[in-house]
């Protein structure tokens, strides 16, 4: 089946400072990928949508400037937390689908973002 | 807006049960499709089963079955014969027609399964 890594898995910032996160489709190419948080016990939202070579789609409330997304490659997409607060401790979840848009969803296993 | 909406927080099982887990949802769209996925402790998202609006048979796969009523919408899942791997976090999930990245995500509901 499709398979989405998501690197690294666990990472610890200092406030201020930036961190990436990646996000690759290891078996196929994926045009589209999405990017959605978590926090603790509760739901997933939606981000932003990453789209190859052009820019991103953020959804409303999400801080472009903040929130960095390239999608520089067909296997490829990269978030960057940008000079990152308490507040942005949280679990980043990217995915990306085989197939045409009515395609299901194959998700990465995720990154737990923890800024001290 | 859409909204997707779990009422159930926590549900318990006991293993070989059958459990339901209710989902209902909000939406004016007339194409659109919806999911339930798992999350295990792993934190990994793991697609259950997916219904398309318009198809009106419930949708199986192995012992994970849907109850999709489009005029009341809702969407249940029925977990049968309930196994220890079955205890996850579980998420229902919307999406209009022809963008199935953009899902909108229920509260979730832990499911627990009791040996």
């Known amino acids: 089946g499709a398979v989405v890594s998501q690197h690294p898995s666990r990472v610890i910032c200092k406030s201020g400072t930036s961190v990436k996160i990646e996000c690759r489709s290891l078996?196929?190419?994926?045009?589209?990928m999405f990017w959605y948080r978590q926090f603790p016990k509760q739901s997933l939202m939606l981000m932003a949508t990453?789209?190859?070579?052009?820019?991103?789609?953020?959804e409303q409330g999400v801080e472009k400037d903040k929130f960095l997304i390239n999608h520089a490659s067909l296997t490829l997409s990269t978030l960057t937390v940008t000079s990152a607060h308490p507040e942005d401790s949280s679990f980043y979840i990217c995915?990306?689908?085989?197939?045409?848009?009515?395609?299901?969803?194959?998700f990465g296993n995720g990154t737990r973002l923890t800024v001290t | 807006a859409q909204t997707v909406t779990q009422s159930q927080p926590e549900m318990s099982v006991q293993e070989a049960e059958t459990v339901t887990l209710s989902c209902t949802y909000d939406t004016s769209e007339s194409d659109y499709y919806l999911f339930w996925y798992k999350q295990p402790p792993s934190r990994q998202m793991i697609l259950v089963i997916r219904?398309?609006?318009?198809?009106?048979q419930n949708a199986t796969e192995n012992r994970f079955s849907v109850n999709f009523q489009k005029a009341a919408k809702s969407f249940s899942l029925k977990i049968s014969d309930s196994q220890l791997g079955d205890a996850a976090m579980y998420f229902c999930a919307y999406s209009a027609g022809g963008n199935t990245g953009k899902l909108i995500f229920g509260q979730g509901t832990t499911l627990q399964v009791k040996p």
């Open positions: 219904q398309e609006a318009y198809k009106q």
């Open positions: 078996d196929f190419q994926a045009t589209t």
């Open positions: 995915s990306a689908r085989v197939g045409p848009g009515n395609s299901p969803l194959h």
């Open positions: 990453s789209n190859e070579g052009s820019k991103a789609t953020y």
